[in-house]
């Protein structure tokens, strides 16, 4: 996963009016791997897929895709680019076969029935290629969308919250759907509000947050480098303080000295580690215990830290 399929530098967008929805965003996505681009709303996801689609101008900086550079050689590395935006804008009366047959002849590529009978089958979309766009539900309007974006066989796909508004069901299918492509060879860039899609999916995970990079890290490192434990041991009796003993661990005392807390660990299961190790002071020291509650932080605990921490 060494070949970069995109590199981004100094990316900036200022929208007239003077909004920056882009400020000086550097990412680099290698081939092969599945990147989600995590944040809040107005956090310019759309924008900076817009920006490497040709949809948004940027003003400064330089997107390469496939080694080329967008502003002088747009055409042929967007052939290569697939995008399913969030909403479907058009084709709303056109069958759906033959709105992902002219995707495919957009990008000047020759008809090939078998391919687009092969996509439909595998979005389980074959059975309604006879029907109208506008009379599907709206989980299946979507597979339109990406059955259109699949239709001139993209290297790098670009999927604006996928998921966004659908139900449980078909967010399963879309992740399979999503392993699927990858298995293909394809490039994968998805935006998304849901931790649990970035946690579920990604290799990578970038947050994004008024137009900014906060932080790109594979989801292990990340979680590692910020993540932490958290433990509440309920007593038996209340304690006053500390135990002299406990003092090199990150404890306090909390509901009158009912709760011993723990907060602290990378991550890693250190956190862990060290919560037996206390607990096994108490035992030895006969200090009792009636419970403990253990929780490790997870990538969503991570994201609302970062993001508040930023605002
Ligand atoms: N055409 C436009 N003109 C002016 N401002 C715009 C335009 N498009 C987007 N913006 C603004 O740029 C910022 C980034 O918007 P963008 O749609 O890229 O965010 P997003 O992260 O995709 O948000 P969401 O999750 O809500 O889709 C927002 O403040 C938005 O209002």
Redesign the pocket.
Known sequence: MTQPILEIANLT?K???G?T??DDVDLTVHKGEIFALL????????????AVCGL?RPSGGTIRAFGHDLATNWRSARARIGLVP?ELSTDMFEQVQRAVAYSRGLFGLPADPARIEEILRSLSLWDKRKEQIRALSGGMKRRVLIAKALAHEPDLLFL??PTAGVDVELRRDMWKLIGEMRERGVTIIL?T?YIEEAEEMADRVGI?RN?KILMVDDKASMMRRLGSTEAVIEMKQPLTDIPDALSKYPLTLTAGGIHLRYRGGDGSGLGRAEVAQVTRHLAISGIEYVGIDIRDSSLEDIFVGLVEESA
């Open positions: 967008k929208y007239p009016g909004l929805a882009l944040g809040p709303n107005g956090a310019g996801k759309t924008t900076l897929i817009g948004v969030q604006d919250e935006t509000h994004i137009g």
